[in-house]
Antibody
Framework: QVQLVQSGAEVKKPGASVKVSCKAS????????INWVRQAAGQGLEWLGR????????HYGQKFQGRVTMTRDTSKNTAYLELSGLTSEDSAVYFC?????????????WGQGTPVSVSS | EIVLTQSPATLSLSPGERASLSCRAS??????LAWYQQKPGQAPRLLIY???NRAAGVPARFSGSGFGADFTLTISSLESEDFAVYFC???????????FGQGSKLEI
């Protein structure tokens, strides 16, 4: 079945960077975009950006431009999210989600989430 | 920038009752809207895409409607497992950004 499995929880100090992985299985990795979404404790969902694993093309949310990098390793069917300059406000659960190229396609499925805690 | 506003923030109902959740867009978006359900400690789960299409495996009691700027998620007869938070989401194409509503909590 289609599945996205993310890396484990991270604890970082302010100013550091974090890199989260998202391993895809059950489908052709390069045929679907990967989006990244985060959720702070008790809050809503916030979109960070998307990547086309075939071309490597990315589009980042305006709030995160300059701080976020999305990459992939097609030999491992894995997408990566790196966020730099961490502050306490970046503490959240980070999700990856698959998206088809069709205009009406939703985010489905989602990874299980990776908690990231930023604390001195 | 498209803003999605969900209402109510919290809806208190009992099992067996009908639930209607609203999502209003700041501009017309056609049918480019999806609905997700999220339970505590879990990732969001897709319910509805393209405003009114049920995702695979989603029970028939869930339905989506609307076009343009006003959308509704309806649960015809609530079951205990339906009490959760619901989010709407818009897929933009120019710029290609994704926008979420702030969520509606459905509580017993």
């Amino acid at each position: 079945q289609v599945q996205l499995v993310q890396s484990g929880a991270e604890v970082k100090k302010p100013g550091a960077s974090v890199k989260v992985s998202c391993k895809a299985s059950g489908y052709t990795f390069i045929s679907y975009d990967i989006n990244w979404v985060r959720q702070a404790a008790g809050q809503g969902l916030e979109w960070l950006g998307r990547m086309d694993p075939n071309s490597g093309d990315t589009h980042y949310g305006q709030k995160f431009q300059g701080r976020v990098t999305m990459t992939r390793d097609t030999s491992k069917n894995t997408a990566y999210l790196e966020l730099s300059g961490l502050t306490s406000e970046d503490s959240a659960v980070y999700f990856c989600a698959r998206e088809d190229w069709l205009p009406s396609s939703p985010l489905d499925p989602w990874g299980q989430g990776t908690p990231v805690s930023v604390s001195s | 920038e498209i803003v999605l506003t969900q209402s109510p923030a919290t809806l208190s109902l009992s099992p067996g009752e009908r639930a209607s959740l609203s999502c209003r867009a700041s501009q017309t978006i056609g049918s480019l809207l999806a609905w997700y359900q999220q339970k505590p400690g879990q990732a969001p789960r897709l319910l509805i895409y393209d405003a009114s299409n049920r995702a695979a495996g989603v029970p028939a009691r869930f339905s989506g409607s609307g076009f343009g700027a006003d959308f509704t998620l309806t649960i015809s007869s609530l079951e205990s497992e339906d009490f959760a938070v619901y989010f709407c989401q818009y897929r933009g194409n120019s710029p290609p950004e994704r926008t979420f509503g702030q969520g509606s909590k459905l509580e017993i």
